[in-house]
C-alpha cells in the first residue's frame, strides 16, 4: 500500500514537535550565515549539506548550537521566524504548529528577553496574515545548561509570557540532565495555565519518560523512543490517552534508533497508543513534514485515509482552541473529498 507524496504534500496538517532554530533550511541558514561572517556554519545552501551530517546526538546537540550562534538579534529572530512559517505554509501546506522555541540561548547571547519576544510575535501575527498559517509557542528549557536555564525559561513564560505561547518543555540531552530537578519550575508553569510537554526517552530508557509523567505531568511526550521497553508504561500512557510525539527520521539521524526497520513506531500504533508524526528538526535531519508522513504511510502500511487519520490526530491532540480544531479537521475532511477517499 503506497500513498503518493504529492497527497501527503497537499493535506492540510499540524505539526506538534518542530524547533525553532532546527526548522531553518538551508536557505534561511546561509541568509543568517552571510549576515554573520566567521561562524563554521557555511554560508553556502549546498554545503550546509554536509555540515548537517551527524555522528551521534552529541554531535547534532554541537551542531544545533552552532546555527543558534548565528542568531544575534531581534531582527535574526524575526527573519528565522517568519521565513520558517513561510516555508511550512508554502511548501508543505502545515496549517497549525507549535514551535518549540529555547529563549535561554538567545537570551544569554545578548538578546533582551522582552526584544526575542517580541519578534517571535511579530513573526507569528504577519505569517498568519500572510499565509494562513498559525503558530503557537513551547518554551524549553535546554536541560544541559541546568537549573539557571530553567529559571530562566521560566520567567520569560510567565512574566513576559507572548501571545501565542501554549506549552513548557525540556530539551537537550537527556544522559547526565535528570528530570526530577525541574519538577519545580514545571509545577509553575502548569499553574500558570501552561500545558507540559517534555521531551523524554529519546536516548534513555523508559524511566526518564516516568519521571516526565509522574514528575513533570506530561501532556505530551516529545520521542517517547524508549517507550516500548516497559510495558507498564505502555498500559499508563494507553490509559492515559498520553500523545507521543514521534519523529523517526530525526530517531535515525541522531542514532537514536538504528534504523527504519527497527523503529518503535509500528507497535506503538499496534499498543494502542496515541502517536503524531513530526520533524523535529527538518532542515538537519534531510527531512520535513511530508517525508515523515511518507515515511510512516510505509512503517505503518497506510492509505490515504489511514494518513489523513494521522493528521487529524495531530490536530485532536494539539493545544489549539476548539473552532480551529473543528475548522482544521473539516480541511482535512474536504481534502479527502476532493481526492475521493
Not at 520567567?155 to 540531552?173: C, D, Y
Request: with cysteine; net charge negative; aromatic share 6%.
Amino acid at each position: 500500500m503506497t500513498v503518493s507524496r504529492e497527497f501527503l504534500a497537499g493535506m492540510p496538517k499540524a505539526e506538534l514537535h518542530v524547533h525553532h532554530v532546527g526548522s531553518a533550511s538551508p536557505r534561511i541558514v546561509a541568509e543568517l550565515a552571510a549576515r554573520h561572517p566567521g561562524s563554521p556554519v557555511p554560508a553556502d545552501p549546498a554545503a550546509l549539506t554536509e555540515y548537517f551530517k551527524f555522528s551521534d546526538f552529541a554531535h547534532f546537540i554541537e551542531i544545533y548550537l552552532s546555527v543558534v550562534d548565528l542568531i544575534k538579534t531581534p531582527d535574526d529572530i524575526r527573519l528565522l521566524t517568519y521565513q520558517v512559517a513561510r516555508e511550512m505554509a508554502e511548501q508543505q501546506n502545515l496549517r497549525y504548529a507549535e514551535l518549540t522555541v529555547t529563549p535561554h540561548t538567545s537570551v544569554k547571547r545578548g538578546i533582551a528577553a522582552e526584544a526575542f519576544c517580541e519578534a517571535i510575535e511579530d513573526a507569528r501575527v504577519a505569517a498568519e496574515k500572510e499565509f494562513g498559517i498559525t503558530l503557537r509557542w513551547i518554551f524549553d528549557i535546554p536541560g544541559e545548561s541546568g537549573i539557571p536555564a530553567a529559571d530562566e525559561t521560566l520567567r520569560i513564560a510567565t512574566k513576559i509570557r507572548p501571545e501565542g505561547l501554549v506549552g513548557f518543555g525540556l530539551g537537550g540531552p537527556e544522559i547526565g540532565v535528570p528530570r526530577p530537578q525541574f519538577q519545580p519550575h514545571f509545577e509553575a508553569a502548569i499553574a500558570a495555565g501552561l500545558h507540559s510537554v517534555p521531551h523524554a526517552g529519546e536516548t534513555t530508557g523508559p524511566e526518564t519518560i516516568w519521571d516526565a509523567v509522574r514528575l513533570l505531568k506530561a501532556e505530551r511526550i516529545g520521542h517517547g523512543t524508549s517507550t516500548m521497553q516497559d510495558p507498564a508504561l505502555v498500559e499508563y500512557l494507553r490509559e492515559h490517552r498520553i500523545p507521543l510525539e514521534v519523529s523517526p527520521t530525526s530517531n535515525i539521524a541522531t542514532r537514536a534508533v538504528a534504523s527504519y526497520d527497527v523503529h518503535p513506531l509500528r507497535s506503538m500504533v499496534d499498543a494502542g497508543l496515541v502517536v503524531t508524526i513530526n520533524s523535529d528538526d527538518p532542515p538537519m535531519f534531510g527531512t520535513d513534514l511530508t517525508n515523515e508522513y511518507v515515511v510512516a504511510t510505509k512503517l505503518l502500511d497506510l492509505d490515504e485515509a489511514g494518513a489523513a487519520e494521522l493528521a487529524k490526530t495531530a490536530v485532536r491532540v494539539s493545544f489549539a482552541d476548539d473552532a480551529l480544531k473543528t475548522t482544521l479537521l473539516a480541511e482535512i475532511d474536504t481534502y479527502l473529498g476532493i481526492h475521493g477517499v
